[in-house]
C-alpha cells in the first residue's frame, strides 16, 4: 500500500457531490465559499493577463522599429504604464491569493477561510480597480508617469488618469491587505488538530510570509499615493519640488512597498513549485524547514532592501553600501529553495506532464532571474544598468519565467480539483514549449540591450539596437500565441474534458482527500493525517503489514514515518515507527 | 571498465569552470570602456558573470539532466528514493552562495571606493552635533524643512549658490523658483555622488561643467569660460566634475561608455567626477522617464584630444556671443511637435531653446 492510498484510506471523501458553485450565477455572485472566490480570483485575473498582455504586444509592435511609427510617444508612455500595473496588481499579486483562496482551507482541513465574507469583499474589489484604471485608456488621459508613478512627472502629466491610477491602486491594495489577514488567521487558527506548524503544506508557509510583508508594507504605498493625491489635486507639496517638497521622498515610501511587492508576487509560487515537485518527481521535498524558513527568511529581508532602487537617486553613498549587502543576502535564503528544488527532482521518478514542465521551467528560469538580481545589487555594476533593459530583462524572468510559469504550473496541477475534469496534455505541452522558447526569445536579448545602452520607457532607439528588438518582439508575438492552447484547452476540458479523480496525481496533501471538484465545506468529516505532507517513495508497494488503515483520532503508525508525517507526533518516533513493538 | 562517478563530476566540474572563466572574459556584453572608472566596473562585471555562468550551468545542467535521467518509464509506478534532506549538503548549498555573495561584496565596495563613490560628502562636511542629537524630537525635526536645529549652513543651497555664480549657468537654471533642499542635520548629504577617487581627493577637479536637465533637452555650461552649449565636450585624461540638476522633473545623466549614471533632481546638486581614457564620440542619454519625449533626449558626448578641445572652446565662444543677438521666440506659438523638432532631428540645442528658458522663468 502506497502512502497515498494510505491517505486516502484514512479519509473518506465528501459526500456530497455538490461543488462548492453550483451554478454558473455563483461565480458572479457575492458567494462566500472560499473555492467559489479562488475560481473568482484566477478566472479575473487571467482576464486581466490577457487584457495586460495585448498592451504589451502593442508596447512591443512599436518598438520594432527604431522610430515612433506606431502610436504617439504619449500613448506609448501610456501603454508601458498600464502593461506594468495591470500585470503587478491585477494579475500576479491577485492570482497568488486566488491560489491560496482555493487551496488553503483545503490543505489545512478547514471549512472555510476564517472570515467568508471579507473574502468576498476583498475580491470584489477587484473588478472595479481594474475597470477603473483600464476606462482611463477608453476617456484619453491614460496614466502615463511609469507604474512607479515618480513625482514630479506624476504631477505634472495627465491628472485625471494620474487620480485614476492612484484610486485604482488605493483598492487593490486594501483588497490584499484584507485578504492578508484572512490568510494569516486561516492558516494559524483553523488547522486541523494535529497538524503541527511543521507538516503544514509549504505553500501555507510561503502564505504565511506574503501575508507578513503585505501587511507591514501596503500600508506604506498607500501613505505614498495618498499624499501623492494630495500634491495632484489639493496643490500640496509634499513631493513636488516647486514648493519645497522631496521627490526622493515619495521614491522611498514606494519601494518600501514595491520592493517587498515582488516577494509577494513570487512567494506564493515558490509555494505552489513546493507543492507540485514533490508529488510528480514522486519523492519527498528536499529540505523541508530549509525551504519553509527560507520564505520567512526572504520576507524579513524583503523589508530592507528597498533602496537599492535609488542608488543612482538620492541616498547617500555609505547607505548605498548597506543596502548591496541586505539585497545579496537576500540570495543565500533563494538559492535554498533552488537547490532543495533541484535535489527534489534528482533521482526522483519524474513524471513530466504539464504541471512538472511548467514546475521545472519555473526554476530554470527564475534562477536566470535571480542571478542578474544578484549582479544587480552590485552598486557599480547596478549603476550602469539602473533604468535600462538589463532591469526589463530582469523584472521579466522574474515576475514572467518565475511567477507566470509558477501560476501556468498551478493551473495545471490543480485543474481536475477545481473543475473535476483532467486537462489535455498534449496541447499542455504545446503551450509549455511556445511559452518557453517566446519567453526566452523575448527577454534574454533585453539584457545586451541594457548593457549596451538601451535604457527604459522609450518609444525611440538607436537604429543600432533595432535587430536585437525585432528579436524581442517576434518573440513577444509567439508569447501571445502560447496562450491560445492553454485558453481553449482550459474551457474546452472544463466542459467536456475526461473525469478526473478525487487523487489523480497520487498527492498526500489534504485537498487531494475530498471529492474533485470539493463539495461546500470540502470536507464531511475532519481529516486525519495518516502521512507527511510530502512521505512519498516511504513504501513502494511491498509493504504487507499494514492492513488496517488507521482512521480519524486514532494515532495508529502504519508505515514508516517521514519527519514531517503527523505520525511523528508520537512522544517514542520507535515505538510508532513499528507497531508490532506496541504489543 | 566502469567509470566512477566521482570522476564524472570532476571532469563536469572541469568543464564547467573552463567555460565559465572563458566566457566571463569574452562576452563581449559591454561598450567600449570610456573612462578610467568603465574599467573597474567591468572588471566587477567580468567576475560576477563567470561567477553566474558557472552556477548557471549547474543548475540548467541539474534540471536537464534529471529530466532525462529521471523520467519515468512506461509502466513503472513506483516511487523515487524517500531522502527527506542532507544537513551536510544543506550547509555546503548555504555557505557557498554566502561566501560568494561576501566576495562580490567587497569586490562591489572596492570597486564603489576606487571610483569615487565614498569620497567628498561624508560625515565630517557637517558632523553630528551631540546638542542636535540630544534635542527631544530631533529625528522628527529632521524631516521638516524648516526646524534644522544644525546651525551648519546647507550644503545643498552653497551648490546651487556656487554654480549660480556663473551667469550661463544662472540663465538656464530655474533656481529661484524651486527652493534647494536643506539637509538632514549632521549627514550634510547633498544627494548620491560618485566624487574624487581616493588618489584623487581633495585634489579639484581639472574640469567643471554645470549640467541643467529639462524637458527633453540637456543643457552644458562651462563656468571657466562662459560657454553654454547642447554637447558635451571633455578633454581626454583629465578629471571632470558634473554638476547636475533639474529644471522640471527628474532625469539621469547616463553615457554607457562611462558606466556612470546620476539622476539630475529639481531642487537638488548632484556631482560626479571622472576621469575620460578614450577619445571618441559617444551619446549622453536621458535614463530616467521624464515625459512622452523622453526617448530623443539625448545628445553628444565628446572625449577629444587637449587640442582639440581648446579649437572646439574657442569657436564656442564666439557662437556664444552671437547667440545674444538672437530673438526670442514665444515657445506658446509652437506646437510640441515644432517645439521639439531640433531635438530629434539633431540631438542638439539650438538658439531659440535658450530663449525660451529665458522667456519661461523671467
Same mark, same amino acid.
Given at each position: 500500500?502506497?502512502?497515498?492510498?494510505?491517505?486516502?484510506?484514512?479519509?473518506?471523501?465528501?459526500?456530497?457531490?455538490?461543488?462548492?458553485?453550483?451554478?454558473?450565477?455563483?461565480?458572479?455572485?457575492?458567494?462566500?465559499?472560499?473555492?467559489?472566490?479562488?475560481?473568482?480570483?484566477?478566472? !479575473?485575473?487571467?482576464?486581466?493577463?490577457?487584457?495586460?498582455?495585448?498592451?504589451?504586444?502593442?508596447?512591443?509592435?512599436?518598438?520594432?522599429?527604431?522610430?515612433?511609427?506606431?502610436?504617439?510617444?504619449?500613448?506609448?508612455?501610456?501603454?508601458?504604464?498600464?502593461?506594468?500595473?495591470?500585470?503587478?496588481?491585477?494579475?500576479?499579486?491577485?492570482?497568488?491569493?486566488?491560489?491560496?483562496?482555493?487551496?488553503?482551507?483545503?490543505?489545512?482541513?478547514?471549512?472555510?477561510?476564517?472570515?467568508?465574507?471579507?473574502?468576498?469583499?476583498?475580491?470584489?474589489?477587484?473588478?472595479?480597480?481594474?475597470?477603473?484604471?483600464?476606462?482611463?485608456?477608453?476617456?484619453?488621459?491614460?496614466?502615463?508617469?511609469?507604474?512607479?508613478?515618480?513625482?514630479?512627472?506624476?504631477?505634472?502629466?495627465?491628472?485625471?488618469?494620474?487620480?485614476?491610477?492612484?484610486?485604482?491602486?488605493?483598492?487593490?491594495?486594501?483588497?490584499?491587505?484584507?485578504?492578508?489577514?484572512?490568510?494569516?488567521?486561516?492558516?494559524?487558527?483553523?488547522?486541523?488538530?494535529?497538524? !503541527?506548524?511543521?507538516?503544514?503544506?509549504?505553500?501555507?508557509?510561503?502564505?504565511?510570509?506574503?501575508?507578513?510583508?503585505?501587511?507591514?508594507?501596503?500600508? =506604506?504605498?498607500?501613505?505614498?499615493?495618498?499624499?501623492?493625491?494630495?500634491?495632484?489635486?489639493?496643490?500640496?507639496?509634499?513631493?513636488?519640488?516647486?514648493?519645497?517638497?522631496?521627490?526622493?521622498?515619495?521614491?522611498?515610501?514606494?519601494?518600501?512597498?514595491?520592493?517587498?511587492?515582488?516577494?509577494?508576487?513570487?512567494?506564493?509560487?515558490?509555494?505552489?513549485?513546493?507543492?507540485?515537485?514533490?508529488?510528480?518527481?514522486?519523492?519527498?521535498?528536499?529540505?523541508?524547514?530549509?525551504?519553509?524558513?527560507?520564505?520567512?527568511?526572504?520576507?524579513?529581508?524583503?523589508?530592507?532592501?528597498?533602496?537599492?532602487?535609488?542608488?543612482?537617486?538620492?541616498?547617500?553613498?555609505?547607505?548605498?553600501?548597506?543596502?548591496?549587502?541586505?539585497?545579496?543576502?537576500?540570495?543565500?535564503?533563494?538559492?535554498?529553495?533552488?537547490?532543495?528544488?533541484?535535489? !527534489?527532482?534528482?533521482?526522483?521518478?519524474?513524471?513530466?506532464?504539464?504541471?512538472?514542465?511548467?514546475?521545472?521551467?519555473?526554476?530554470?528560469?527564475?534562477?536566470?532571474?535571480?542571478?542578474?538580481?544578484?549582479?544587480?545589487?552590485?552598486?557599480?555594476?547596478?549603476?550602469?544598468?539602473?533604468?535600462?533593459?538589463? =532591469?526589463?530583462?530582469?523584472?521579466?524572468?522574474?515576475?514572467?519565467?518565475?511567477?507566470?510559469?509558477?501560476?501556468?504550473?498551478?493551473?495545471?496541477?490543480?485543474?481536475?480539483?477545481?473543475?473535476?475534469?483532467?486537462?489535455?496534455?498534449?496541447?499542455?505541452? =504545446?503551450?509549455?514549449?511556445?511559452?518557453?522558447?517566446?519567453?526566452?526569445?523575448?527577454?534574454?536579448?533585453?539584457?545586451?540591450?541594457?548593457?549596451?545602452?538601451?535604457?527604459?520607457?522609450?518609444?525611440?532607439?538607436?537604429?543600432?539596437?533595432?535587430?536585437?528588438?525585432?528579436?524581442?518582439?517576434?518573440?513577444?508575438?509567439?508569447?501571445?500565441?502560447?496562450?491560445?492552447?492553454?485558453?481553449?484547452?482550459?474551457?474546452?476540458?472544463?466542459?467536456?474534458?475526461?473525469?478526473?479523480?478525487?487523487?489523480?496525481?497520487?498527492?498526500?496533501?489534504?485537498?487531494?482527500? !475530498?471529492?474533485?471538484?470539493?463539495?461546500?465545506?470540502?470536507?464531511?468529516?475532519?481529516?486525519?493525517?495518516?502521512?507527511?505532507?510530502?512521505?512519498?517513495?516511504?513504501?513502494?508497494?511491498?509493504?504487507?503489514?499494514?492492513?488496517?488503515?488507521?482512521?480519524?483520532?486514532?494515532?495508529?503508525?502504519?508505515?514508516?514515518?517521514?519527519?514531517?508525517?503527523?505520525?511523528?507526533?508520537?512522544?517514542?518516533?520507535?515505538?510508532?515507527?513499528?507497531?508490532?513493538?506496541?504489543? | 571498465?566502469?567509470?566512477?562517478?566521482?570522476?564524472?563530476? *570532476?571532469?563536469?566540474?572541469?568543464?564547467?569552470?573552463?567555460?565559465?572563466?572563458?566566457?566571463?572574459?569574452?562576452?563581449?556584453?559591454?561598450?567600449?570602456?570610456?573612462?578610467?572608472?568603465?574599467?573597474?566596473?567591468?572588471?566587477?562585471?567580468?567576475?560576477?558573470?563567470?561567477?553566474?555562468?558557472?552556477?548557471?550551468?549547474?543548475?540548467?545542467?541539474?534540471?536537464?539532466?534529471?529530466?532525462?535521467?529521471?523520467?519515468?518509464?512506461?509502466?513503472?509506478?513506483?516511487?523515487?528514493?524517500?531522502?527527506?534532506?542532507?544537513?551536510? *549538503?544543506?550547509?555546503?548549498?548555504?555557505?557557498?552562495?554566502?561566501?560568494?555573495?561576501?566576495?562580490?561584496?567587497?569586490?562591489?565596495?572596492?570597486?564603489?571606493?576606487?571610483?569615487?563613490?565614498?569620497?567628498?560628502?561624508?560625515?565630517?562636511?557637517?558632523?553630528?552635533?551631540?546638542?542636535?542629537?540630544?534635542?527631544?524630537?530631533?529625528?522628527?525635526?529632521?524631516?521638516?524643512?524648516?526646524?534644522?536645529?544644525?546651525?551648519?549652513?546647507?550644503?545643498?543651497?552653497?551648490?546651487?549658490?556656487?554654480?549660480?555664480?556663473?551667469?550661463?549657468?544662472?540663465?538656464?537654471?530655474?533656481?529661484?523658483?524651486?527652493?534647494?533642499?536643506?539637509?538632514?542635520?549632521?549627514?550634510?548629504?547633498?544627494?548620491?555622488?560618485?566624487?574624487?577617487?581616493?588618489?584623487?581627493?581633495?585634489?579639484?577637479?581639472?574640469?567643471?561643467?554645470?549640467?541643467?536637465?529639462?524637458?527633453?533637452?540637456?543643457?552644458?555650461?562651462?563656468?571657466?569660460?562662459?560657454?553654454?552649449?547642447?554637447?558635451?565636450?571633455?578633454?581626454?585624461?583629465?578629471?571632470?566634475?558634473?554638476?547636475?540638476?533639474?529644471?522640471?522633473?527628474?532625469?539621469?545623466?547616463?553615457?554607457?561608455? *562611462?558606466?556612470?549614471?546620476?539622476?539630475?533632481?529639481?531642487?537638488?546638486?548632484?556631482?560626479?567626477?571622472?576621469?575620460?581614457?578614450?577619445?571618441?564620440?559617444?551619446?549622453?542619454?536621458?535614463?530616467?522617464?521624464?515625459?512622452?519625449?523622453?526617448?530623443?533626449?539625448?545628445?553628444?558626448?565628446?572625449?577629444?584630444?587637449?587640442?582639440?578641445?581648446?579649437?572646439?572652446?574657442?569657436? #564656442?565662444?564666439?557662437?556664444?556671443?552671437?547667440?545674444? #543677438?538672437?530673438?526670442?521666440?514665444?515657445?506658446?506659438?509652437?506646437?510640441?511637435?515644432?517645439?521639439?523638432?531640433?531635438?530629434?532631428?539633431?540631438?542638439?540645442?539650438?538658439?531659440?531653446?535658450?530663449? #525660451?528658458?529665458?522667456?519661461?522663468?523671467?
Amino acid at each position: 500500500m502506497t502512502q497515498a492510498q494510505l491517505q486516502e484510506g484514512a479519509n473518506i471523501s465528501a459526500l456530497s457531490e455538490e461543488p462548492g458553485g453550483r451554478k454558473w450565477r455563483d461565480y458572479f455572485s457575492f458567494n462566500t465559499d472560499h473555492k467559489v472566490i479562488g475560481i473568482q480570483y484566477l478566472v !479575473t485575473t487571467f482576464i486581466f493577463y490577457c487584457i495586460g498582455g495585448v498592451l504589451a504586444d502593442l508596447v512591443r509592435t512599436e518598438l520594432k522599429t527604431p522610430e515612433t511609427d506606431f502610436v504617439s510617444p504619449e500613448v506609448y508612455n501610456s501603454l508601458f504604464t498600464l502593461h506594468a500595473t495591470i500585470m503587478i496588481f491585477l494579475w500576479i499579486v491577485p492570482a497568488g491569493a486566488g491560489f491560496a483562496n482555493y487551496l488553503i482551507p483545503l490543505m489545512i482541513g478547514a471549512k472555510d477561510m476564517a472570515f467568508p465574507r471579507l473574502n468576498a469583499v476583498a475580491f470584489w474589489m477587484i473588478p472595479p480597480a481594474g475597470l477603473l484604471l483600464i476606462s482611463s485608456l477608453l476617456i484619453g488621459d491614460a496614466p502615463d508617469a511609469g507604474w512607479t508613478s515618480y513625482p514630479p512627472l506624476s504631477l505634472v502629466t495627465g491628472q485625471v488618469g494620474e487620480a485614476i491610477w492612484i484610486m485604482s491602486v488605493l483598492l487593490l491594495g486594501t483588497s490584499s491587505i484584507l485578504g492578508a489577514i484572512n490568510f494569516l488567521v486561516t492558516i494559524w487558527k483553523m488547522r486541523i488538530p494535529g497538524m !503541527t506548524v511543521n507538516q503544514m503544506p509549504l505553500f501555507c508557509w510561503s502564505m504565511i510570509a506574503t501575508s507578513a510583508i503585505t501587511l507591514l508594507s501596503t500600508p =506604506v504605498l498607500a501613505g505614498a499615493l495618498i499624499l501623492l493625491a494630495f500634491d495632484l489635486l489639493a496643490g500640496t507639496t509634499f513631493f513636488n519640488p516647486t514648493g519645497g517638497g522631496d521627490p526622493i521622498v515619495y521614491q522611498h515610501m514606494f519601494w518600501f512597498y514595491s520592493h517587498p511587492a515582488v516577494y509577494i508576487m513570487i512567494l506564493p509560487f515558490f509555494g505552489l513549485i513546493s507543492e507540485i515537485l514533490p508529488v510528480h518527481a514522486r519523492k519527498p521535498v528536499f529540505g523541508y524547514q530549509a525551504i519553509a524558513y527560507s520564505s520567512l527568511a526572504i520576507s524579513f529581508l524583503g523589508l530592507i532592501v528597498w533602496a537599492h532602487h535609488m542608488f543612482t537617486s538620492g541616498i547617500p553613498g555609505w547607505l548605498r553600501m548597506f543596502f548591496m549587502i541586505t539585497t545579496m543576502i537576500i540570495a543565500v535564503p533563494t538559492g535554498i529553495k533552488v537547490f532543495s528544488w533541484v535535489a !527534489t527532482v534528482w533521482g526522483g521518478k519524474l513524471r513530466l506532464n504539464s504541471a512538472m514542465l511548467f514546475a521545472m521551467g519555473f526554476v530554470g528560469t527564475f534562477v536566470i532571474g535571480g542571478i542578474s538580481g544578484v549582479m544587480l545589487a552590485a552598486v557599480p555594476f547596478d549603476i550602469h544598468v539602473h533604468d535600462t533593459y538589463f =532591469v526589463v530583462a530582469h523584472l521579466h524572468y522574474v515576475l514572467f519565467g518565475g511567477s507566470v510559469l509558477g501560476i501556468y504550473a498551478g493551473f495545471y496541477h490543480w485543474f481536475p480539483k477545481m473543475t473535476g475534469r483532467m486537462l489535455n496534455e498534449f496541447w499542455g505541452k =504545446v503551450h509549455f514549449a511556445l511559452t518557453i522558447v517566446g519567453l526566452n526569445m523575448t527577454f534574454l536579448p533585453m539584457h545586451k540591450l541594457g548593457m549596451m545602452g538601451m535604457n527604459r520607457r522609450i518609444a525611440v532607439y538607436d537604429p543600432k539596437f533595432e535587430t536585437l528588438n525585432f528579436i524581442c518582439t517576434m518573440g513577444s508575438y509567439l508569447l501571445a500565441v502560447s496562450t491560445f492552447p492553454f485558453i481553449i484547452n482550459a474551457i474546452w476540458s472544463w466542459m467536456y474534458g475526461p473525469k478526473a479523480a478525487n487523487n489523480p496525481w497520487q498527492a498526500l496533501t489534504l485537498e487531494w482527500m !475530498t471529492t474533485s471538484p470539493p463539495a461546500i465545506e470540502n470536507f464531511d468529516k475532519l481529516p486525519v493525517l495518516a502521512t507527511g505532507p510530502y512521505d512519498y517513495g516511504m513504501s513502494n508497494g511491498d509493504n504487507k503489514e499494514v492492513e488496517n488503515v488507521p482512521f480519524s483520532d486514532e494515532k495508529e503508525p502504519a508505515l514508516a514515518a517521514g519527519p514531517n508525517s503527523a505520525l511523528r507526533a508520537d512522544p517514542d518516533p520507535k515505538v510508532a515507527a513499528n507497531p508490532e513493538d506496541r504489543k | 571498465m566502469n567509470i566512477p562517478s566521482s570522476i564524472w563530476t *570532476l571532469l563536469v566540474g572541469i568543464v564547467v569552470t573552463i567555460v565559465s572563466l572563458w566566457y566571463g572574459q569574452n562576452h563581449g556584453l559591454l561598450p567600449t570602456p570610456a573612462s578610467d572608472e568603465a574599467e573597474l566596473v567591468d572588471g566587477l562585471f567580468n567576475a560576477m558573470l563567470t561567477i553566474s555562468t558557472g552556477l548557471f550551468l549547474i543548475v540548467e545542467g541539474a534540471l536537464i539532466y534529471s529530466a532525462i535521467r529521471y523520467r519515468r518509464r512506461p509502466g513503472d509506478d513506483s516511487d523515487g528514493s524517500p531522502i527527506f534532506g542532507n544537513i551536510p *549538503l544543506e550547509i555546503l548549498w548555504t555557505a557557498v552562495p554566502a561566501i560568494i555573495v561576501i566576495g562580490i561584496a567587497i569586490y562591489s565596495f572596492d570597486v564603489y571606493n576606487s571610483i569615487g563613490g565614498f569620497s567628498p560628502h561624508s560625515v565630517h562636511d557637517a558632523p553630528i552635533e551631540e546638542q542636535a542629537v540630544r534635542m527631544p524630537g530631533a529625528a522628527i525635526a529632521a524631516t521638516l524643512s524648516d526646524t534644522s536645529p544644525n546651525t551648519d549652513s546647507n550644503l545643498n543651497q552653497e551648490k546651487s549658490d556656487a554654480a549660480m555664480q556663473d551667469p550661463a549657468t544662472a540663465a538656464v537654471r530655474n533656481a529661484d523658483q524651486i527652493p534647494q533642499r536643506q539637509n538632514a542635520p549632521g549627514v550634510g548629504v547633498v544627494s548620491p555622488t560618485i566624487g574624487a577617487s581616493p588618489d584623487k581627493e581633495g585634489t579639484p577637479p581639472a574640469l567643471t561643467v554645470n549640467v541643467t536637465g529639462l524637458q527633453y533637452a540637456w543643457i552644458f555650461t562651462y563656468p571657466d569660460t562662459g560657454i553654454t552649449t547642447g554637447e558635451l565636450h571633455v578633454p581626454v585624461g583629465r578629471e571632470v566634475q558634473i554638476s547636475m540638476t533639474a529644471n522640471d522633473v527628474i532625469h539621469a545623466f547616463w553615457v554607457p561608455e *562611462l558606466r556612470l549614471k546620476q539622476d539630475a533632481i529639481p531642487g537638488r546638486q548632484s556631482e560626479i567626477r571622472f576621469t575620460p581614457k578614450t577619445v571618441g564620440e559617444y551619446k549622453l542619454i536621458c535614463a530616467e522617464l521624464c515625459g512622452p519625449y523622453h526617448g530623443a533626449m539625448n545628445t553628444q558626448f565628446v572625449i577629444e584630444t587637449p587640442e582639440a578641445f581648446e579649437q572646439w572652446q574657442k569657436e #564656442q565662444q564666439v557662437a556664444s556671443l552671437d547667440l545674444q #543677438q538672437l530673438v526670442a521666440v514665444n515657445s506658446a506659438d509652437l506646437s510640441p511637435a515644432e517645439f521639439l523638432a531640433p531635438y530629434v532631428s539633431d540631438l542638439g540645442i539650438q538658439p531659440e531653446m535658450l530663449h #525660451q528658458v529665458h522667456h519661461t522663468h523671467h
